[in-house]
T-cell receptor, first 114, second 115 residues
Framework: DQQVKQNSPSLSVQEGRISILNCDYTNSMFDYFLWYKKYPAEGPTFLISISSIKDKNEDGRFTVFLNKSAKHLSLHIVPSQPGDSAVYFCAASDSYNAGNMLTFGGGTRLMVKP | ETGVTQTPRHLVMGMTNKKSLKCEQHLGHNAMYWYKQSAKKPLELMFVYNFKEQTENNSVPSRFSPECPNSSHLFLHLHTLQPEDSALYLC??????????????FGAGSRLTVL
């Protein structure tokens, strides 16, 4: 049973608009969440993270929101750029009990059209 | 070389072959990981080594055999694989696998095809 789910396999957005990628989780012990971006023929690269003590973390054009009661997090990219086109993975960990063991979602392919 | 380097990038092997995947990290990290990414499935954790000791084996079949001679190098030895083992194998490293809130740095992966 998947503990981290990204229900949208793909998303298409116009350049300059907002991209919103969603992620749901089931394990209430998860307390640290990350987003990774993956280009073809490259490994995933870290984008942004959030601890469960926060509900928002911002880094430039990227903002991650965490709704613990709904067990939901989202990544907002504003404004979206063609170079943002990639597969985005959310990941979660129970850092107290399992350290760095990350559980990944299946990914969402973002396409930003010029 | 910087970051996490994986070789070979592509590997095609028969079911009776024996081959190995290699991973090297130049980040001074103490933990190394093998992940498997199959088509249309999430990344699956296979093995974790922390300070050269295996700390996690996620019910991986014995036809996959990891080796971690030191904190900078990680191998995945492959033998008598099945076609369903065809996947992208990703290596990652982090400061310490027991410490939460550490970011994993991934290599580019080794694309394995089993005929």
């Amino acid at each position: 049973d998947q503990q981290v789910k990204q229900n949208s396999p793909s998303l298409s957005v116009q350049e300059g608009r907002i991209s919103i990628l969603n992620c749901d989780y089931t394990n209430s012990m998860f307390d640290y969440f990350l987003w990774y971006k993956k280009y073809p023929a490259e490994g995933p690269t870290f984008l942004i993270s959030i601890s469960s003590i926060k509900d928002k973390n911002e880094d430039g054009r990227f903002t991650v929101f965490l709704n613990k009661s709904a067990k939901h997090l989202s990544l907002h990219i504003v404004p979206s750029q063609p170079g943002d086109s990639a597969v985005y993975f959310c990941a979660a960990s129970d850092s107290y009990n399992a350290g760095n063991m990350l559980t990944f979602g299946g990914g969402t392919r973002l396409m930003v059209k010029p | 070389e910087t970051g996490v380097t994986q070789t070979p990038r592509h590997l095609v092997m028969g079911m009776t072959n024996k081959k190995s995947l290699k991973c090297e990290q130049h980040l001074g990290h103490n933990a190394m990981y093998w992940y498997k990414q199959s088509a249309k499935k999430p990344l699956e954790l296979m093995f974790v080594y922390n300070f050269k000791e295996q700390t996690e084996n996620n019910s991986v079949p014995s036809r996959f055999s990891p080796e971690c001679p030191n904190s900078s190098h990680l191998f995945l030895h492959l033998h008598t694989l099945q076609p369903e083992d065809s996947a992208l194998y990703l290596c990652a490293s982090s400061q310490d696998s027991r410490a939460g809130a550490n970011v994993l740095t991934f290599g580019a992966g080794s694309r394995l095809t089993v005929l």
